[in-house]
């Protein structure tokens, strides 16, 4: 059988702003894709031990507890954090990077909590230098320094972003995949964990997809002085977790 040759693209479908380059896309809906190894559904951060406690108990108060955590710790913390950190890959501002890792692991404010951000992490950079062999959009940006080990997922995946997304992509877009893949993660968790059917599942991922762009908005608006991830109910039952006698998700 003949070799089949893919024919070679001579035209790009890119505005200026990058808008509608289907690489950018491509490169979004991938790093949003579940089929990712970052081992995101492994864990629930804290939904496991809130339904032990019976503040999670159907489908209305998941959907009441997944948007909270989106608007109180994803849009104000993780979010604001990839929001900075993907122009600081783009211009290789290691003190920046080193800032942004270092907050993120201070803010973490139970050992699974911060167990979580720096596994994910860990397999974000395992994942990208196992696709170094391929052509990325920016192969110049195949190496972490020492000094960001161990990483954090929000620093980590915007690493992720910038190398597989061109420099041209909006940060907002870039926030969107970033935001969608934890949501996702998030109705996931609640539906095993509640339980919930998929029906329901799908409902409450179409509330959080709902509430998404005004989390953007504000990860996107917050000054870097202003970040903050104030969320004492979820460290409390966090910490709990880490002693649950029944756990379906990773402590």
């Known amino acids: 059988m003949d070799t089949f040759t893919p024919p070679t693209i ?7 702003d990058g808008e509608r380059d289907p690489q950018a896309l491509l490169g979004l809906l991938w790093l ?7 081992g995101g559904f492994s864990y629930s951060e804290g939904l496991e031990s809130a339904v032990e406690a019976g503040r999670v108990h159907d489908e209305a108060s998941a959907a009441q507890w997944l948007l909270a955590q989106l608007h109180l710790t994803q849009a104000r913390a993780d979010l604001s954090v990839v929001a900075q950190a993907l122009p600081a890959w ?10 942004l890792n270092a907050w993120t692991r201070r803010t973490r404010e139970s050992a699974e909590l ?32 020492a000094a960001l080990q161990p990483p954090t997922y929000p620093v980590a995946y915007a690493w992720a972003l910038a190398t597989l997304t061109p420099n041209t992509l909006p940060t907002a877009h870039a926030l969107l995949a970033a935001g969608f893949a934890w949501c996702e993660a998030a109705c996931q968790a609640a539906v095993k964990a509640v339980p919930l059917g998929q029906n329901a599942g799908q409902r409450l991922l179409a ?37 649950q006698y029944s756990r379906l998700f990773r402590s």
């Open 207 to 243: 509330q959080l997809r709902a509430a998404l762009p005004a989390a953007v908005h504000v990860a996107l608006s917050q000054p870097p002085g202003q970040r903050q991830c104030f969320a004492p109910m979820l460290a409390i039952l966090s910490a709990r977790h880490e002693t």
């Open 90 to 99: 783009r211009a290789r501002d290691w003190t920046t990077l080193l800032t």
């Open 32 to 38: 949003a894709s579940p089929a990712v190894p970052l």
């Open 114 to 145: 911060r167990l979580q951000s720096e596994q994910m992490g860990h397999a974000v950079l395992h994942w990208l230098q196992g696709l170094r062999p391929h052509t990325l959009p920016n192969p110049g940006l195949d190496e972490v320094p």
């Open 10 to 16: 001579t035209h790009t479908m890119a505005n200026p």
